[in-house]
Nanobody, 115 residues
């Protein structure tokens, strides 16, 4: 079993930045892939970015060049640096982990982009 705890959400103005963090506890082998999903009000949950234990990354097109996903040295942490935030980025962001996909989910952290 893996437990994931996110932090770092909040309210930010358009054009601002936030850094989300997620710490996982449990089997490190079950955290080969870590990532971030988000769900905006009234919309389906969508993949934001993923990173493997080897450092390979994947981003949805709308965040490329603005968001950066990274792993900590201990490999049980994942970060999402979000720059140039837009109102369309407003959502609850969920940390995920798994051997090849999103087997485990955190409780979510809310990001609101508004002036």
């Amino acid at each position: 079993q893996v437990q994931l705890v996110e932090s770092g959400g909040g309210l930010v103005q358009p054009g601002g930045s936030l850094r989300l963090s997620c710490v996982g506890s449990g089997s490190i082998f079950s955290m080969s892939v870590m990532g971030w999903y988000r769900q905006a009000p009234g919309k389906q949950r969508e993949l934001v970015a993923t990173v493997t234990s080897g450092g390979s990354t994947n981003y949805r097109d709308s965040v490329k060049g603005r968001f950066t996903i990274s792993r900590g040295n201990a490999k049980n942490t994942v970060y999402l640096q979000m720059n140039s935030l837009q109102p369309a980025d407003t959502a609850v962001y969920y940390c995920t982990a798994g051997r090849a996909g999103a087997d485990y989910w955190g409780q979510g952290t809310r990001v609101t982009v508004s002036s």
